[in-house]
């Protein structure tokens, strides 16, 4: 049932290494056959089966299961297309959309005031930092081309993530930017 296994690589405030394992952050229809397992009823079920696919995809003999079942400690299922307030999770991209989806979703549109942002403007779906990311870089072109004396001071307080450098923005705010634009300072 499981196409991804998490490895988190950040532990504990106080430096240790992580203690969690995420098995499965299913998506899309590889999610609806967790659906059925939603519920304390299930847990055991759920636990047998995480185990046992473990093993699978690690090519694991059975003795790491003893190990697997002493080191358990919880396991927390979710669904988001379940959860009355979101009625579904995150955006995803098919393959040829990205490109086209995109690249239309992070332009500036109706001359220039209207910018998306959130997790679906952004390259890491389904993630805060997704939404944290896009959010900056609406904010960072808005500054750009409406307030560029503003922008310097911005992109020093919370910092521009790695990908939209001050050259980066401008040439892709430039792109379909309408009226008069003048090419990025090289």
Known sequence: MFRRVIYPSYGGDDGSRSTVLM??????ADALPWMGLL????????????????????KLTNDAR???????????????????????????FYPGQ????????TQPAGQGRLHFAGEVVSTRHGWVVGALNASSRA????LAESYPDKFEDFSRKPGLPE?????????????????????PSQ
């Open 66 to 92: 003893d190990r697997l079942e002493r080191e358990w400690k919880d396991a927390y299922l979710w669904s988001w297309n379940a959860d009355p307030n979101t009625l579904g999770a995150f955006a995803f």
């Open 163 to 183: 990908a939209w450098t001050k050259r980066a923005l401008e040439e892709h705010i430039g792109i379909t930017s309408i009226g008069e634009w003048s090419k």
């Open 39 to 58: 519920g304390k009823e299930r847990e055991a079920f759920v636990k047998r089966k995480v185990i046992s696919d473990l093993l699978a995809i690690h």
């Open 23 to 28: 098995v499965s952050y299913a998506l899309d």
């Open 139 to 142: 904010v960072s072109a808005i």
């Open 98 to 105: 990205f490109a086209e989806l995109y690249t239309h979703l």
